[in-house]
Nanobody, 125 residues
Framework: QLQASGGGLVQAGGSLRLSCAAS????????IGWFRQAPGKEREGVSC????????YYGDSVKGRFSISSDGAKNTVYLQMDNLKPEDTDVYHC????????????????????WGKGTQVTVSS
């Protein structure tokens, strides 16, 4: 089970920090990815991290603005989002991702064995 939280309304240029709390599976057995998808919209991979060794990957649209990190003691992954833009408005979800899909997650959102309900992020201009 994965639970995303931390979304909200922010002005363009602002920041938000999302959290993803994982339970019900061995945290280190999977990478954890963030994707965004609102109802009726296309799914887009945002970022992915291999929690066992700290490797991180980002989609092109968020590189340099978003940062993913993990806390193994809390089974939690964070997504720090800075310099937010109106086009970042979406519903953000986290997922347990098979390792081989993590490095290309920004292009191909695949290998997700578990994901949870998302959190809404709205960026006003």
């Amino acid at each position: 089970q994965l639970q995303a939280s931390g979304g909200g309304l922010v002005q363009a240029g602002g920041s938000l920090r999302l959290s993803c709390a994982a339970s019900g599976f061995t945290f280190g057995d999977y990478a954890i990815g963030w994707f965004r998808q609102a109802p009726g919209k296309e799914r887009e991979g945002v970022s992915c991290t291999i929690t066992s060794d700290g490797r991180t990957y980002y989609g092109d649209s968020v590189k340099g603005r978003f940062s993913i990190s993990s806390d193994g003691a809390k089974n939690t992954v964070y997504l720090q989002m800075d310099n937010l833009k109106p086009e970042d408005t979406d519903v953000y979800h986290c997922a347990a991702v098979e390792y081989k899909y993590c490095s290309n997650y920004g292009s191909i959102v695949g290998g997700m064995d578990y994901w949870g309900k998302g959190t809404q992020v709205t960026v006003s201009s």
